[in-house]
């Protein structure tokens, strides 16, 4: 859940990537399915060093995220964490952290693959990979440090039917 919380994505854009999907010298990740079409997905360096702790602890999978079922992941984490959140929530949750720190509205929206198709103005305004990278940084920083008043993290699990 953390991943989806500092990244902004969409859950599917997110759970369906595989290690060959990412680039941790240039913090970036490849999207090649989504709503709105292909992208790149840059992102701060925390996330980039839970990729490197997760890659070493893949145990062969091709994955990176080892999530059969997200809602039964989710209903764990509210059993443990006590408040019922959704994927949707954690990327409002970046957009909004976005927001109060001043980020460019283009580069927030190309951040979270939104589409700037319906302003011509905003079609023309392209942020550079270092403007987004820094700004998924900022971001990434900002939500981070409000966390750090609670600690409880909850992992999710692969979900194992009984």
């Known amino acids: 859940m953390q991943a989806l919380l500092v990244s902004g994505l969409r ?19 490849m999207i090649q399915e989504s709503k709105t079409g292909a992208f790149e997905k840059f992102i701060g360096p925390e996330l980039a060093g839970w990729l490197v702790i997760w890659r070493e602890n893949a145990k062969g999978s091709d994955l990176v995220f080892d999530v059969a079922d997200l809602r039964a992941a ?37 951040l979270v693959n939104h589409s700037t198709k319906g302003d011509v103005t905003l ?33 999710l699990q692969r979900h194992v039917q009984r």
Do not use: C, Q
């Open 74 to 110: 989710l209903k764990s984490a509210v059993k443990r964490g006590g408040k019922r959140i959704t994927p949707h929530d954690l990327r409002r949750t970046f957009l909004s952290f976005g927001e109060r720190i001043g980020t460019p509205i283009v580069t927030l929206k190309k």
């Open 11 to 29: 859950a599917g854009e997110l759970l369906r990537r595989s290690w060959n999907d990412i680039d941790l010298s240039r913090r970036k990740l």
């Open 123 to 155: 079609g023309y305004i392209i942020p550079s990979d270092d403007d987004l990278r820094h700004w998924a940084e900022m971001i990434e920083r900002a939500i981070l440090a409000a966390a750090k008043g609670d600690s409880s993290v909850v992992r």
